[in-house]
């Protein structure tokens, strides 16, 4: 059985297992891979069983008990090796994303590449200090005792990754799960699986190059039972990108066997633009939040609230630009494309509605709002602006995923706070001012994982930082320390810091057992020093009394 989807290209040399040659694609259930810009077939990967999913978990798991025993240095080496690739192939990997993805050369350069590489060079600098073992405080009753944390491999890793970045989204959890020591199961999207091939290699020729198994790294193609597969395949914990809808499927399927997962879901970003901003600043900022990708991102800027002193400049100057702004196919012409394609089919149809709905309650549309229609293929939204929009509209509400810029207005602060947290996303956010204490005291009350001042989408790009949301944008952290530390059992260790022995039995008690106990426990925590010198006194007095 064959089933419909769309998807990328591959480079001429590339033979990848994953990769099925017709007489291969005829024998089983496939996953037909497409251009997103042009829809030309690009070939077939393979819908894997249950049964296929359980051995690449295997492999990893055997593969992974040497790896765990390996020093960081010989896990730095491997992940120099991986960036190295990465710089010396940059146009390759940003076609592969093109072609999958629909999105443009630059926006693949700004969030395949960028965010991978610095995330790459963030680990390797940062990740063995992370992933050292931390004494912790024994506290005044086990002075005696010595405790730390280390930070030991999981195991088996499964990442369920999306299709809006195809080369990040594998990247991204993959990079430091390797560096913690585990294995890497990743099941990538039915709509971004050609690509997907060409990526892994880079991680498993990284590896055997260094002298370690490839399993280390593998990819899973499929559709939703394929997913589900991974989820209860036994791997030691699962990161999800995706939906809330399928967020939840997936904690459904994990909860039969208790595994643990992170969740980083989807977004409804408010961008707060103040009255005392800088224009043409907040209009670039905004065009940049709202069109890259084709808006198709968990942190796209999916509500534009301006404050009244500016509003309108605003709006006229974004219409301005848009109107400027070239679509196309991203490959056709790399140098004069602005905004790509649609990657999912449907994706449009959840966009029209929304803009249709808003327009029916009042909203007016002053660029787009409808498909391109000058592009061969339908995979095309024009870059709309829309503004008169009201909080309790659904495209106020409803994650739009598109490229759409949804204009709201407000008078004070705190009418820009209730409508930037009146909403169930709480995922990242923005706020633009001149005047910092301003923005930063707002910035401390909007709901949301993330808030970036005077800019957008940085706290992503900042890979110290942890990243995740709220509310229904999921939980859990990756990125920074959080982030690394996700990836590992996060094991507690108690020993003797002095050589003392001691008969902790309780048992049999005796008389006054129960006494000593409480008036140790007044005397360590007690308020104040008369009552602590009554329990010491007191404590004596039982000490020196022979016990009955």
């Known amino acids: 059985m064959v089933r419909r989807t769309m998807r990328t290209t591959t480079t001429p040399n590339a033979s990848r297992a994953i990769h099925l040659d017709p007489a291969a694609a005829a024998t089983r259930e496939t996953v037909p891979c497409y251009d997103s810009a042009t829809g030309e077939l690009l070939g077939h990967v393979p819908a894997m069983s249950r049964d296929e999913v359980v051995a690449a978990v295997e492999r990893g798991r055997i593969a992974q008990r040497a ?6 240095k010989a896990r730095r080496r491997v992940l120099r090796d991986v960036l190295a690739h990465i710089v010396d192939n940059q146009d390759e990997i940003c076609r592969l994303a093109a072609r999958d993805s629909g999105k443009t050369m630059v926006d693949a350069a700004l969030g395949e590449l960028f965010a991978t590489c610095e995330k790459l060079r963030w680990v390797m600098q940062n990740g063995e200090q992370a992933l050292r073992p931390q004494g912790r405080a024994s506290g005044p009753l086990l002075l005696h005792k010595r405790g730390w944390v280390e930070y030991q491999p999981l195991g088996v890793v499964g990442v369920i990754a999306p299709w809006n970045f195809p080369f990040h989204n594998l990247f991204g959890p993959t990079i430091p799960a390797l560096f913690a020591g585990n294995a890497v199961v990743a099941k990538v999207s039915e709509h971004s699986s050609w690509s997907a091939a060409d990526y892994v290699d880079i991680f498993q020729r990284a590896l055997r190059e260094n002298g370690h198994s490839p399993d280390l790294v593998q990819v899973v193609t499929g559709y939703g039972e394929t997913g589900a597969a991974l989820v209860g395949s036994g791997v030691d914990k699962v990161f999800f990108t995706g939906s809330p809808q399928n967020g939840k499927k997936v904690m459904a399927e994990a909860s039969k066997t208790l595994t643990p997962v992170v969740l980083e879901l989807g977004g409804k970003d408010p961008m707060i633009v103040l009255d005392d901003a800088d224009l043409e600043q907040a209009v670039g900022t905004a065009l940049l939040g709202v069109y890259t990708a084709c808006g198709q991102m968990c942190v796209g800027a ?90 309790d509209m659904r495209i106020a509400r409803e994650e739009t995923f598109g490229p759409v810029m949804t204009i709201m207005r407000f008078s004070s602060d705190d009418e820009a706070l209730r409508i930037a947290n009146d909403c169930a996303y709480g995922l990242g956010s923005s706020i633009l001012s001149k005047n910092l204490r301003r923005a930063e005291k707002l910035a401390r009350q909007v709901s949301a994982g993330m808030t970036v001042i005077n800019d957008y989408g940085l706290a992503y790009m900042m890979q110290s930082l942890p990243f995740g949301g709220v509310r229904i944008s999921g939980f859990g952290k990756i990125n920074g320390v959080e982030g690394m530390r996700a990836c590992c059992l996060q094991k507690a260790i108690v020993t003797d810091r002095l050589p003392l022995h001691r008969d902790l039995s309780f048992y049999p008690i005796h008389g006054d057992s129960f006494p000593r106990l409480r008036e140790s426990i007044r005397l360590v925590y007690g308020r104040g020093i008369l009552q602590r010198a009554r329990a010491a006194a007191a404590l004596i007095g039982q000490l020196v009394r022979p016990r009955g």
């Open 67 to 72: 790896w765990a025993q390996t020093s960081f």
């Open 302 to 391: 999916e509500r534009i609230v301006v404050q009244d002193g500016i509003y309108q400049r605003f709006v006229d100057r974004v219409v301005e630009r848009v109107a400027a702004l070239r679509q196309g196919a991203p490959l056709a012409a790399p140098a004069n494309t602005d905004v790509g394609a649609m990657t999912m089919p449907g994706q449009l149809e959840i966009i029209d509605t929304l803009v249709k709905d808003a327009v029916a309650r009042g909203a007016r549309v002053l660029a787009g709002g409808e498909r391109n229609t000058d592009q061969a293929h339908p995979q095309f939204y024009k870059p709309t602006v829309l503004v008169d929009v009201t909080p």
